[in-house]
């Protein structure tokens, strides 16, 4: 009787055939690492840009509604780290026809633990009468010049880092950059003067670990009287 000779795959083409899988195997691992990756840095980055976005509406909505703004930039915490501010003036009239006037201050705040990213704060002045030794409320501040504006708020603001308070009024965290200045046209006749409606520019940065976002937005103070 007629053997029948089985043949298997050689020592050799089992080598080959699992450098194959290996290289294979080793391809799909690396794109599925680089999609993971692209992924995260993508979240990251939307969840920076839905922060940055939100809170310069925020400041959009109560600026185009103030009377006037006071922008501030050399805020020292305590670490030489310069931090942003800006304060709001709203004027309202009474029905006796008083003039009312109430404040809104943003700031940017260290982190209340160590390590902590610096963060965007709100809040309404008259919020932080309880939280502050003396009463925020400045006195008769639409007739200060803009050195004593500026005085105030460099009193104020460490005052308010001192109560510990930040998160309680927080709008984003991961600041990295907070700028504001009040922009106008020049007189086409003499270009030390200003003309029209001021605007103010602002410029939020937020930066974590993974991802950074910038959002600069021009704001019209409808408010504002033209000059």
């Known amino acids: 009787m007629k053997k029948t000779m089985r043949e298997g795959f050689s020592l050799i083409e089992l080598m080959i055939a699992m450098a194959i899988t290996v290289v294979v195997m080793a391809g799909i691992i690396t794109m599925i690492a680089y999609s993971t990756r692209s992924m995260s840095l993508t979240q990251a980055r939307a969840a920076l840009q839905d922060q940055a976005k939100d809170s310069v509406n925020h400041i959009s909505t109560h600026v185009m509604e103030g009377s006037s703004v006071t922008p501030y930039d050399d805020l020292v915490s305590g670490d030489s780290k310069a931090r942003g501010a800006l304060l709001i003036q709203n004027k309202t009239i009474e029905g006796d026809g008083t003039e009312k006037y109430t404040w809104d201050l ?122």
């Not at 005052?159 to 907070?178: A, N, P, W, Y």
């Not at 922009?183 to 003499?190: K, L, R, S, T």
């Open 106 to 227: 943003y700031w940017v705040s260290a982190g209340v633990e160590s390590g902590d990213p610096d963060m965007l704060c709100f809040s309404p002045l008259s919020d932080l009468v309880s939280e502050v030794s003396h009463s925020p409320i400045p006195d008769e501040y639409e007739k200060k010049d803009d050195t004593e504006k500026q005085s105030y708020l460099a009193a104020l603001i460490p005052e308010v880092e001192s109560t510990g308070i930040q998160k309680r009024h927080m709008l984003c965290d991961d600041v990295s950059k907070f700028e504001c200045g009040i922009q106008q046209n020049e007189d086409p006749a003499d270009s030390t003067i200003k003309v029209g409606r001021q605007s103010l520019a602002v410029s939020l940065v937020l930066k974590d670990d993974k991802s950074e976002f910038k959002c600069d937005k021009e704001i019209m103070m409808r408010n504002q009287k033209r000059g």
